[in-house]
């Protein structure tokens, strides 16, 4: 069974930097693609970012050019790298992965993220 577990958020002034991480408990080769959601209060979750087994990555349009997304396979590491932070992208953060041996989804439990103007 894997289990994804994010750390790294936190409160961060307009402007400021936040790197956040996905844990995974076992080997990420089995997890393709991987991404990173959010969602704010009252709305749906919405995709930030994918990458792949491969590194290609997606981005959506609100954080092109300020966020990156990467993956450390000896590491078993999702990661996030958030650059000028906006109010816009206080949320919740979740790292997701789809099982490339069950063909299933798993989800983290999410880690705040909360920008101050």
């Known amino acids: 069974q894997v289990q994804l577990v994010e750390s790294g958020g936190g409160l961060v002034q307009a402007g400021g930097s936040l790197r956040l991480s996905c844990a995974a408990s076992?080997?990420?080769?089995?997890?393709?693609?991987m991404a990173w959601y959010r969602q704010a209060p009252g709305n749906q979750r919405d995709l930030v970012a994918t990458i792949t087994s491969s590194g290609t990555t997606n981005y959506a349009d609100s954080v092109k050019g300020r966020f990156t997304i990467s993956r450390d396979s000896a590491r078993n590491t999702l990661y996030l790298q958030m650059n000028s932070l906006k109010p816009e992208d206080t949320a919740v953060y979740y790292c997701n992965a789809k099982d490339s041996y069950t063909f299933g989804t798993h989800w983290g439990r999410g880690t705040q993220v909360t920008v101050t103007s």
């Open positions: 076992g080997s990420i080769f089995r997890l393709n693609p």
